[in-house]
Nanobody, 119 residues
Framework: QVKLVESGGGLVQPGGSLRLSCSVSGFTSDDYAVGWYRQPPGKAREGVGCIFISDNQTFIDDSVKGRFTISRDNGKNSVSLDLSNLRTEDTAVYYC????????????WGQGTQVTVSS
């Protein structure tokens, strides 16, 4: 069965950086994509970006482009989300999720990790 586990959340000051990791297991081939999503307090969940595991092609939402980067950890079934120049409005629960392609409603979800940006 497919399983995703996030790690790396925490409290960071504005302007700081953080790396989130998503460990993925259960897929028998590289024919899937991993997306990152976030849900700010009191708001709807939104997509942050996505990476296709087969060719490492990535997509990043315009709202975080230039500050957030998605990458695959070579040799490991893990995808990272690097967050830099963080703002208070980046505070949210961050989730990774997987499906056969990049999707707004992926089939498999991790449990989420809290990122709080505050001074």
């Amino acid at each position: 069965q497919v399983k995703l586990v996030e790690s790396g959340g925490g409290l960071v000051q504005p302007g700081g950086s953080l790396r989130l990791s998503c460990s993925v297991s259960g897929f028998t081939s590289d024919d899937y994509a991993v997306g990152w999503y976030r849900q700010p307090p009191g708001k709807a969940r939104e997509g942050v970006g996505c990476i296709f595991i087969s060719d490492n092609q990535t997509f990043i939402d315009d709202s975080v482009k230039g500050r957030f980067t998605i990458s695959r950890d070579n040799g490991k079934n893990s995808v990272s989300l690097d967050l830099s120049n963080l703002r208070t409005e980046d505070t949210a629960v961050y989730y990774c999720a997987a499906d056969r392609g990049c999707s707004l409603t992926p089939e498999w979800w991790g449990q989420g990790t809290q990122v709080t940006v505050s001074s």
